[in-house]
């Protein structure tokens, strides 16, 4: 999608960048019941070198000097938050864990459940777990109010060309910007409804069903599935991958529905947007992302039965939905970009101190919850990165999962390598099971499936 990147603040003072709106009011609305983290997981298939791996990541850091931040001290009636920028980390980021029965699993649910704090930089966690066939993981744990995970996946690909013998590089300028560029991630506000787009209208959206009856009651936190998948292919009449996502995505949500019982409601989807050049060694790390939303519901009607009432949803049906998917993602391009809108901007204006700004955050979020998506569909796309770390190789898998709060309670990220798609399925447990995730990832398999032209073909 063509966007307009926000402008970054000049930085304040040497070594210090204001909070741009996405980190301050994500800040303000932080749940320690369900942090607010970025989980990557990359499977190499050769082991990492412990000192020369931290020596890479250092060195990405010098490059990148925006990864190694810290939020400054502040006080409530501070005018502004912001990010001090550390010539050296303050902690390590990264551990070495020994192969072991349960190791990368518990690895993984870290990624879920403890956040890296901001008052020491990085506030990234990377965790290299050996795995019994002689590969590694690095599973990466990010504290999304400093940054999103194209961010520090960019630092992992420069971490990997210095691993491999790539050679130093002059330090990017801490508040500098990068070239825009079209992509799939993001971080603002639903842009406003058009009618020639068959876009929802303003109107109380679908709500995920709840069911927790295989864990016997709700749970807390989040909890995660991953799939591997063939990876889909433009059609004929060219839907891309993400139109095939975001139709998968519909189908999923309002299949699930219909079998829970849930009342008929327009489904809506948050889909955050990247346009940063991911492949510039200058691209801008932190928050870069902004989110659109993308509305089924009233243009669907006449195909409901049809999407929704059988065993499949009816390939002609589905093809339907695909174009008008097409159409209302190619109105998405011309649309301008502005961080969480006029609340965003009204919210962050250093007009009132942080601690009353934060209050009235809070208090506009838990108002605005009912009008919240149904869902959030994260299309990392295509890896455009080698990630050769030499002897330890290229990887085989990448997952990324964003943070899955109520009310929604349900996120998807895809990301595609070596021809698969890696799929994670993050939920919240207060609204969902792992059994019940499990089926949502089967619906979702199925989704895509119907959106394949050839029924043969694999989703």
Not at 87 to 103: C, H, I, K, N, S
Not at 144 to 163: I, K, N, Q
Not at 199 to 228: F, K, V
């Amino acid at each position: 999608m063509t966007v307009t990147q926000p402008a970054r603040p000049a930085p304040a003072a040497p070594g210090r960048v204001p909070f741009p709106t996405v980190d301050e009011v994500s800040l303000h609305c932080t749940d320690p019941v369900e942090p607010e983290t970025v989980h990557i997981e990359l499977h190499f298939p050769g082991r990492f070198e412990p000192e020369r791996l931290r020596t890479a990541l250092a060195e990405a850091a010098r490059r990148h000097p925006r990864f190694q931040q810290r939020k400054a001290a502040s006080r409530w009636w501070h005018r502004r938050y912001q990010w001090q920028v550390t010539p050296e980390a303050d902690v390590d980021p990264v551990t070495f864990l020994p192969a072991g029965p349960g190791v990368l699993e518990a690895a993984r649910e870290r990624t879920l459940t403890d956040c890296p704090p901001l008052d020491a930089a990085p506030p990234v966690r990377i965790e290299a777990v050996e795995t019994g066939d002689g590969g590694t993981v690095l599973m990466a744990t990010v504290n999304h109010t400093a940054m999103d995970g194209p961010s520090c996946l960019r630092v992992l690909a420069t971490a990997a060309e210095v691993y491999a013998g790539g050679q130093p590089q002059p330090a990017a300028s801490p508040g500098g910007a990068s070239p825009a560029r079209t992509g799939p991630k993001a971080a603002s506000a639903p842009p406003p409804p058009a009618a020639d787009a068959g876009r929802s209208r303003p109107a109380r959206p679908a709500r995920i069903a709840g069911d927790t009856s295989s864990s016997g009651a709700p749970g807390t936190g989040n909890g995660l599935l991953l799939l591997d998948l063939p990876a889909p292919r433009r059609t004929s009449y060219g839907a891309t991958v993400n139109d095939q996502l975001l139709v998968a995505t519909c189908l999923t949500a309002a299949r699930w529905n219909r079998a829970h019982g849930a009342r008929t409601a327009p489904v809506r989807i948050t889909m955050p947007v990247d346009n940063r050049a991911r492949e510039s060694a200058e691209m801008l790390i932190g928050n870069g992302t902004r989110l659109t939303e993308v509305g089924f519901g009233p243009g669907e009607r006449a195909d409901a039965e049809a999407l929704t009432g059988g065993e499949a949803p009816d390939r002609a049906a589905v093809e339907r939905l695909l174009r008008a998917t097409m159409a209302r993602t190619h109105t998405l391009k011309s649309e301008p970009s502005h961080p969480l809108g006029l609340y965003g901007r009204v919210l962050t204006a250093p007009v009132l101190p942080v601690g009353v700004r934060g209050v009235l955050a809070r208090t506009l979020r838990s108002a605005a919850a009912p009008l919240m998506s149904t869902t959030l569909l994260s299309n990392i796309g295509r890896i455009v990165y080698p990630l050769d770390f030499g002897d330890a190789g290229r990887p085989t898998a990448v997952w990324f999962s964003a943070p899955s709060r109520m009310p929604r309670g349900l996120a998807i990220t895809a990301a595609s390598t070596a021809g698969r798609l890696h799929l994670a399925i993050r939920y919240s447990r207060a609204l969902l099971d792992h059994a019940a995730a499990v089926r949502i990832g089967e619906l979702m398999q199925q989704g895509l499936a119907a959106c394949a032209e050839d029924a043969g073909d694999p989703a």
